[in-house]
């Protein structure tokens, strides 16, 4: 029977499935014809550069994804070395070195990595910007053809791949940025808001790629990036896709083209917007995230370490490193550490979002070292603490608390209740408000020496713990 209409008040009304919310971890995997030069300018995140250098931050952008889109600007950093090390060779030409590195690529290892660490979802790049496929489309590209895509089917390979290893499966696909059909360059967010694709091409090329990635592998989520072209088709398209099963669920990226889009047009009212964005980021405690759109199920700041996003089901998106496509030219000091990488996770568990942490493996599908090891870090964190995170949400009932860089926070799980202590116990610890708690114990081993003081739980921590980066306790409330 079907439940949702094509309109906006039907699908607002869909529920975030639980197991989204009890998975906590997913990934991203952003691969494609960029990860052949993998270059971006290296040493700052996306977010400090929007803030920092808001008229020219995606001219500068450190996601190598965004390479063709740099490669545009002769004066820029991405143009200097594409120079120095491919000539006058057009992005185009990456193409032949991607598809001939599949000849020996399987999804198998990646979903195996992926399974391993503890992840319970897994989002590919589809389509990214610069509009190739990673799955032979029957639709051919306006600008560049009907070959403008893999020969090999890799969204489906890597769906069953990721099925069989009982992985959620969802799609990442750009419908908000296409430089095939809006080839002009790109310096920063307001130029970014006035390229979303418009007219009938763009309508016709979105609508008829996700219905063929929806039919081809029944995806769970449909993880949509800037924006989308025309409203009619977007209602219809939700509306079949949430009616088909209920247990699916779409991000918070498929926003409307609106008059703020059009006024970006006039060069003041871009600068003024990226002014604005630029103020916002320098503000303590603002998530950089998407307008929010009519329908969404959950919100995807970017970069951002939220403290909470109220009751709306919301996920961190970056990359283990600053950029989400493979950045050869990146060094050490860009990575997360392992520690700081399950630091990082628990304060978004601990508010209640999830993490959905991107790897950016190399032309031939390969993930480099500097990634995979902070996330076996994460894994092995996982495979011994799982029991307070999968599942979990956070407990109203106790304050979180926070004794230096360190951080309390109390959540709920199968029917127990944690903490997730996100950076190291100093030997003695106050928790104010805790004075009602009747013991801690480190999780899975022996109870903490306590004692209440009026409203505040007073706790002994053992030497063997305060060295500790991150742990859980167990609290017997």
Same mark, same amino acid.
């Given at each position: 029977?079907?439940?949702?209409?094509?309109?906006?008040?039907?699908?607002?009304?869909?529920?975030?499935?639980?197991?989204?919310?009890?998975? @906590?971890?997913?990934?991203?995997?952003?691969? $494609?014809?960029?990860?052949?030069?993998? /270059?971006?300018?290296?040493?700052?995140?996306?977010?400090?550069?929007?803030?920092?250098?808001?008229? +020219?931050?995606? @001219?500068?952008?450190?996601?190598?994804?965004?390479?063709?889109?740099?490669?545009?600007?002769?004066?820029?950093?991405?143009?200097?070395?594409?120079?120095?090390?491919?000539?006058?060779?057009?992005?185009?030409?990456?193409?032949?070195?991607?598809?001939?590195?599949?000849?020996?690529?399987?999804?198998?290892?990646?979903? +195996? /990595?992926?399974?391993?660490?503890?992840?319970?979802?897994?989002?590919?790049? %589809?389509?990214?910007?610069?509009?190739?496929?990673?799955?032979?489309?029957?639709?051919?590209?306006?600008?560049? $053809?009907?070959?403008?895509?893999?020969?090999?089917?890799?969204?489906?390979?890597?769906?069953?791949?990721?099925?069989?290893?009982?992985?959620?499966?969802?799609?990442?696909?750009?419908?908000?940025?296409?430089?095939?059909?809006?080839?002009?360059?790109?310096?920063?967010?307001?130029?970014?808001?006035?390229?979303?694709?418009?007219?009938?091409?763009?309508?016709?090329?979105?609508?008829?790629?996700?219905?063929?990635?929806?039919?081809?592998?029944?995806?769970?989520?449909?993880?949509?990036?800037?924006?989308?072209?025309?409203?009619? +088709?977007?209602?219809?398209?939700?509306?079949?896709?949430?009616? #088909?099963?209920?247990?699916?669920?779409?991000?918070?990226?498929?926003?409307?083209?609106?008059?703020?889009?059009?006024?970006?047009?006039?060069?003041?009212?871009?600068?003024?917007?990226?002014?604005?964005?630029?103020?916002?980021?320098?503000?303590?405690?603002?998530?950089?995230?998407?307008?929010?759109?009519?329908?969404?199920?959950?919100?995807?700041?970017?970069?951002?370490?939220?403290?909470?996003?109220?009751?709306?089901?919301?996920?961190?998106?970056?990359?283990?490193?600053?950029?989400?496509?493979? @950045?050869?030219?990146?060094?050490?000091?860009?990575?997360?550490? $392992?520690?700081?990488?399950?630091?990082?996770?628990?304060?978004?568990?601990?508010?209640?979002?999830?993490?959905?942490?991107?790897?950016?493996?190399?032309?031939?599908?390969?993930?480099?070292?500097?990634? %995979?090891?902070?996330?076996?870090?994460?894994?092995?964190?996982?495979?011994?603490?799982?029991? #307070?995170?999968?599942?979990?949400?956070?407990?109203?009932?106790?304050?979180?608390?926070?004794?230096?860089?360190?951080?309390?926070?109390?959540?709920?799980?199968?029917?127990?209740?944690?903490?997730?202590?996100?950076?190291?116990?100093?030997?003695?610890?106050?928790?104010?408000?805790? $004075?009602?708690?009747?013991?801690?114990?480190? /999780?899975?081993?022996?109870?903490?020496?306590?004692?209440?003081?009026?409203? +505040?739980?007073?706790?002994?921590?053992?030497?063997?713990? %305060?060295?500790?980066?991150?742990?859980?306790?167990?609290? #017997?409330?």
């Amino acid at each position: 029977m079907t439940r949702y209409r094509p309109d906006p008040e039907s699908l607002a009304a869909h529920s975030v499935p639980s197991w989204w919310r009890d998975a @906590k971890l997913g990934v991203m995997i952003t691969w $494609g014809l960029y990860s052949v030069p993998a /270059f971006a300018p290296r040493g700052t995140d996306v977010v400090k550069l929007l803030a920092d250098r808001p008229d +020219d931050a995606l @001219k500068l952008t450190p996601y190598a994804e965004w390479y063709e889109n740099s490669l545009k600007f002769a004066d820029g950093p991405t143009a200097l070395q594409h120079r120095q090390r491919f000539g006058e060779a057009p992005y185009t030409d990456f193409r032949a070195t991607f598809e001939a590195g599949l000849a020996t690529w399987s999804a198998d290892p990646m979903m +195996d /990595f992926i399974a391993g660490i503890g992840a319970r979802y897994v989002v590919p790049v %589809t389509k990214h910007h610069d509009s190739y496929c990673l799955w032979p489309t029957r639709f051919a590209n306006p600008m560049r $053809g009907a070959q403008w895509h893999a020969p090999r089917d890799l969204v489906v390979e890597m769906a069953v791949a990721a099925r069989a290893r009982n992985l959620h499966f969802g799609v990442y696909y750009s419908a908000g940025l296409d430089w095939t059909l809006n080839p002009e360059p790109i310096a920063n967010l307001g130029e970014m808001r006035a390229a979303l694709p418009a007219g009938p091409v763009a309508r016709q090329m979105m609508r008829d790629h996700y219905r063929e990635l929806i039919a081809a592998t029944d995806p769970d989520i449909l993880w949509n990036d800037i924006g989308y072209p025309d409203a009619g +088709d977007l209602w219809e398209l939700l509306a079949e896709y949430y009616n #088909a099963r209920e247990d699916r669920l779409i991000n918070d990226r498929f926003q409307l083209p609106t008059p703020t889009h059009a006024a970006m047009a006039d060069p003041a009212a871009r600068a003024a917007f990226n002014r604005a964005i630029a103020d916002a980021l320098r503000t303590p405690g603002f998530a950089f995230a998407p307008d929010m759109p009519a329908v969404f199920d959950h919100r995807t700041p970017e970069y951002a370490t939220s403290g909470g996003m109220g009751d709306v089901a919301w996920e961190t998106v970056r990359g283990v490193g600053h950029s989400f496509g493979y @950045k050869a030219n990146e060094i050490a000091a860009d990575f997360l550490s $392992g520690k700081a990488l399950v630091d990082m996770f628990l304060r978004i568990v601990g508010n209640g979002g999830n993490l959905l942490i991107n790897i950016g493996p190399r032309a031939d599908g390969s993930i480099p070292e500097e990634q %995979t090891g902070p996330l076996r870090h994460l894994g092995d964190f996982l495979k011994h603490h799982g029991r #307070a995170i999968y599942g979990s949400r956070p407990w109203a009932g106790l304050p979180q608390v926070g004794s230096g860089d360190t951080l309390l926070l109390p959540v709920g799980a199968g029917g127990a209740h944690f903490a997730l202590v996100a950076g190291p116990l100093p030997p003695t610890l106050r928790l104010t408000g805790w $004075g009602r708690v009747a013991g801690l114990s480190l /999780f899975g081993g022996p109870a903490l020496d306590c004692r209440s003081d009026v409203d +505040d739980l007073v706790v002994e921590v053992p030497p063997a713990l %305060t060295g500790a980066s991150a742990s859980v306790l167990e609290i #017997a409330a």
